[in-house]
């Protein structure tokens, strides 16, 4: 198999993912470099975190514009599998292949901490190695994190299973208080309505391995391994 | 022409940077300022002298790239 991470300038997560993919998964990994147009011979894209553009303007916002990202929509479009983790994931806002958008973190600080979330969807290629319920420890790392949607696109995430992982307490509540920057509804991830798209907030590309002392990362990565195997072919 | 743009976060949605301020403000003795909303300004020249043209060409700025409409509202003026 074959994961495309993508490199924009700014990027900073992209040898993490490469290593996990590669080292840890036994995958072949290509980078790619934003300014490619075509993402040929992929069989999932990751977006990965970092501070693309230098978070300019907004967090995503130039990054969205790179040549890279017509091939991503492209690629989406026509069913991959598309991961976008941390900064990935406002990309995926910015560009609209998921909906909503990011805010500054309630309590203003860049928040780096591991933080419990819970599977609410396990049906995913994102999660298929995951318990529905199950909780995981992941780390956090960002200043905007705050998911923000209107009233009706949230019913919609709700009704449709696509809040995939929830901020939860480490018994598995979801409560205010284990929501670390303000996030609506305590989302930490949602995939889009075809369940191709994932954007998640945490790092599980940070806690893959048991020698780290946490590999629960390695359930949301290896997940995607199995999400492509069950993709129907030439997808 | 040189257009002045704001961007601030819609009205009703919370923003933490201009709640921060506000309680920093009262501390100080502004006991009168209230619903501080914190936003970006900027400033760009554009190349065309048609006032109308420049305005849609703004307008379409903002929409695209300088404010996520969102989360966020925009105004601009053209001089």
């Known amino acids: 198999m074959n994961i495309g991470v993508v490199v924009f300038p700014g990027s900073n997560c992209d040898h993490d993912c490469q290593h996990v993919f590669r080292d840890v998964l036994g995958q072949d990994v290509t980078m790619v470099w934003h300014k490619e147009t075509t993402l040929t011979g992929l069989d999932a894209v990751i977006l990965p975190g970092g501070f693309s553009y230098g978070d300019y303007l907004r967090t995503g916002a130039i990054a969205r514009f790179s040549p890279v990202m017509g091939a991503v929509k492209k690629y989406a479009a026509d069913g991959g599998l598309v991961l976008g983790i941390c900064n990935g994931f406002q990309i995926l806002l910015e560009a609209g292949l998921l909906p909503g958008a990011m805010l500054r973190n309630q309590s203003l600080h860049f928040i780096c901490n591991d933080v419990h979330v819970r599977v609410e969807n396990a049906a995913t290629p994102f999660t298929n190695a995951c318990k529905p319920g199950q909780v995981l420890k992941i780390p956090i790392a960002h200043a905007d994190g705050n998911y923000y949607t209107d009233p009706v696109t949230l019913a919609g995430l709700q009704a449709n299973a696509q809040i995939v992982l929830r901020y939860c307490s480490p018994d598995g509540k979801v409560t205010s208080g284990a929501n670390p920057n303000g996030s609506l509804d305590n989302i930490a991830g949602i995939r889009n309505a075809a369940g191709n798209v994932l954007g998640l907030m945490p790092h599980p590309e940070r806690c893959a391995e048991s020698v780290l002392g946490n590999d629960d990362g390695r359930l949301i990565l290896s997940s995607v391994v199995e999400g492509i195997k069950k993709r129907p072919v030439g997808v | ?79």
């Open chain 2, 1 to 79: 022409m040189k257009a002045k743009i704001h961007v601030t976060l819609k009205q009703g949605i919370l923003d933490p940077q201009g709640k921060a301020i506000e309680h920093a403000l009262d501390s100080l003795g502004f006991k009168h300022a209230a619903n501080v909303r914190v936003g970006k300004y900027m400033e760009l020249d554009i190349a065309e002298q048609d006032k109308a043209k420049a305005e849609a060409e703004v307008k379409a700025m903002c929409e695209k790239l300088l404010a996520n409409t969102i989360i966020e509202e925009y105004r601009y003026e053209l001089q």
